[in-house]
């Protein structure tokens, strides 16, 4: 049997996976508790802490750009909309997204951060800004040490907090933050519905996370890829399941988006596999060399095992 150290987060479509429900043939997984998911991703990315990882999918696509040793399977256990993630002073004199270039805008840590890199696409793809035209203020690091962002990518001034400078004026607005004040609000109205407008009319269904497992046992073992695979996409089946019969107790805010996403587009909300993400991944990989988090884009297969490159769950 092998043991493998794993992290990631309980949610509807890996619980079957974690209480040990659906077994993974010839190995064990141990969970290992992180509260903050983040810093999983970072100790993974810095020190190679575990075997197999949850991750965001921008951090792996730079991870992976700068050599780090861990390779990704097409599991793609969180999926958002993002379009209501970006938050304007409302005194600030912005009536349309456009409004924001010549401004500073705040990002919530890094400019890797995947919700950013699909936030700023929003703005860039279906509301015509240009990013380079805005000065984005970082309140935090990069997973990824080696990386060095875009010269319009500054960090936060020393003792300074972002939520403070939004509702001061001192920053346009901001993505990835919640901020209590009266004259601050989304900059895009009812985002909610533009975003399942945008699934409707344009297929746009962002991936947020995806699993990645060092090359050292991948090489050694290559079996692991297909067999996490299928354990993952059999636990997500179960979920799917629970969810189309309407069997979940208490739906939370994702269950309820990924009902609203199964009416519109009829098919499973969590698809897993390359073949019925291809459009969503090489979206991600085009921003980040528009925004500049990587130099070129990689061949899609050539990030994930060769293995696993026909699986669909």
């Known amino acids: ?86 938050h304007i002073n409302t005194d600030a004199g912005i009536a349309h997204p456009k409004d924001l270039e010549g401004r500073r805008v705040g990002v919530n840590r890094g400019y890797t951060v995947t919700t950013g890199l699909w936030a700023r696409s929003v703005l860039q793809h279906q509301y015509g800004v240009d990013l380079k035209k805005i000065t984005w203020v970082l309140s935090g690091d990069e997973h990824v040490a080696e990386y060095r962002p875009p010269a319009n990518v500054v960090p936060i001034e020393p003792g300074k907090k972002m939520a403070e400078m939004v509702a001061s004026g001192e920053l346009a607005g901001a993505i990835g933050i919640e901020i209590d004040a009266p004259n601050v609000q989304p900059l895009i109205a009812d985002a909610a519905e533009a975003g399942f407008a945008a699934l409707r009319d344009h297929g746009h269904y962002p991936i947020n996370h995806l699993m990645v497992v060092k090359d050292e046992l991948l090489a050694a073992h290559p079996e692991i890829g297909p067999a996490l695979f299928e354990a993952f996409a059999e636990s997500k089946r179960l979920y799917v399941e629970r969810l189309r019969s309407g069997a979940i107790d208490k739906p939370t805010a994702v269950d309820a988006m990924h009902r609203r996403v199964m009416a519109i587009t009829g098919a499973d909300p969590l698809p897993y ?3 019925p993400n291809r459009r969503m991944l090489e979206q991600a990989i085009a921003s980040a060399v528009e925004q500049g988090i990587i130099d070129r884009a990689p061949r899609l297969e050539d990030l994930f095992p060769a293995n696993t490159h026909a699986l669909v769950g």
């Open 1 to 86: 049997m092998l043991t493998l150290k794993t992290v990631t987060r309980t949610q509807g479509n890996n619980q079957a996976l974690k209480e040990g429900s659906v077994p993974v043939p010839g190995i064990e997984l141990v969970f290992e508790d992180v509260p903050l998911l983040i810093d999983g991703f970072r100790r993974m990315v810095r020190g190679l802490e575990f075997d197999v990882s949850e991750m965001a999918l921008t951090t792996y696509v730079c991870a992976r750009a700068h050599g780090k040793r861990f390779t990704a399977l097409p599991i793609f256990l969180v999926r958002a909309f993002h379009h209501g993630a970006i």
């Open 273 to 275: 596999g390359l073949a």
